[in-house]
Nanobody
Framework: QVQLVESGGGSVQAGGSLRLSCVAS????????MGWFRQAPGKEREGVAS????????YYADSVKGRFTISRDNARNTLYLLMNSLEPEDTAMYYC??????????????????WGQGTQVTVSS
C-alpha cells in the first residue's frame, strides 16, 4: 500500500496558477504509474493526467490539455501538477493516485489502487 499526501491547493482567480504536490511513502516509487484526479460536488471523479514510472510518458484529459503539466521527481518520491490558466470549471477536490505498475494503461480510477486524501482547488471568476 502506498501512502500519498497532497498539498498545494488553494483559492485563485480565473487565469491564475497553482502547483499541486503529492509525496509518496513507498519503496520503489519509480515502479508506479501516478495520476491526478479531481471530483467536483455532485460529479463523478474524473482523471486529469497520468505519468509513467520513468516520467517519459504522460497523458492528459482533453479539458486540461495545454494548461496543466504533470511531472515527477523520483529522487524525492514526489508528483506534481502545474495548473495554468485556471478556470472556474477546474474547481474540485484534487487527488493523487498510484498504480502498482510503471506503465499507465488508462486514466480511470479503477486502474489505481492507492489514493491520497485530496487537496481543494477553488477558482473564482
Amino acid at each position: 500500500q502506498v501512502q500519498l499526501v497532497e498539498s498545494g491547493g488553494g483559492s485563485v482567480q480565473a487565469g491564475g496558477s497553482l502547483r499541486l504536490s503529492c509525496v509518496a511513502s513507498v519503496y520503489g516509487y519509480s515502479n508506479y504509474c501516478m495520476g491526478w484526479f479531481r471530483q467536483a460536488p455532485g460529479k463523478e471523479r474524473e482523471g486529469v493526467a497520468s505519468i509513467s514510472g520513468s516520467g517519459v510518458t504522460t497523458y492528459y484529459a482533453d479539458s486540461v490539455k495545454g494548461r496543466f503539466t504533470i511531472s515527477r521527481d523520483n529522487a524525492r518520491n514526489t508528483l506534481y501538477l502545474l495548473m495554468n490558466s485556471l478556470e472556474p470549471e477546474d474547481t474540485a477536490m484534487y487527488y493523487c493516485a498510484a498504480r502498482s505498475a510503471a506503465v499507465c494503461v488508462g486514466l480511470r480510477p479503477k486502474y489505481f489502487g492507492s489514493w491520497g486524501q485530496g487537496t481543494q482547488v477553488t477558482v473564482s471568476s
